[in-house]
């Protein structure tokens, strides 16, 4: 190498070790930022989507105390009563009635839950993609509590009727 090939090289411009570390570290600090926020906005989707299908659930137990003398529904066949064709469960929901102490837990498997004294508010069957959601029978002509999942220390209930 020459003595001019180096003053050549000598004069080139670039970056230093430091400023690179300086941009490495703040594309971590970023991504760090991005993937909480990320995290915590699909955990309120999640929430919300049950929120809705609890919605439904209780529209559809309306309207089924509406149409029907049977009242509202006390278990999951009460749901789908003979002839009652103006409302539906969205595909996938499962009311299922229990008699134990609903806690804030969303539950998940491989295969339908075991149902009658459950705790959880919501269980996702992972096989087929199913949503259960608990929900306790207060009498016929009362009404029902639906409960599901809300991603805090809390069980939201949505009432059909004046609920329990």
């Avoid at 009498?139 to 999942?149: N, Q, R």
Wanted: net charge positive; aromatic share 8%; glycine share 10%.
């Amino acid at each position: 190498m020459s003595l001019q090939e180096i003053k050549k090289l000598k004069n080139q411009k670039g970056f230093t070790i430091v400023e690179l570390l300086i941009v490495i570290v703040v594309i971590g600090i970023l991504a760090a930022i991005v993937i909480v926020a990320y995290q915590g906005i699909t955990q309120r989707a999640k929430a919300t989507g049950y929120q809705t299908d609890a919605v439904a659930i209780s529209k559809v137990a309306e309207a089924i105390n509406a149409d029907t003398s049977n009242g509202y529904p006390q278990a999951l066949a009460a749901f789908t009563p003979a002839g009652f064709t103006t409302s539906k469960l969205p595909t996938g929901v499962i009311p299922a009635v229990t008699t134990g102490t609903v806690t804030n837990t969303d539950s998940s498997g491989a295969a339908a839950p075991t149902l009658g004294t459950q705790t959880w508010a919501t269980y996702t069957n992972t096989t087929t993609g199913d949503h259960y959601y608990s929900f306790k029978a207060c009498g016929g002509t009362t009404g029902l509590t639906i409960y599901y999942w809300t991603n805090g220390s809390t069980v939201g209930k949505q009432n059909a009727g004046t609920g329990c």
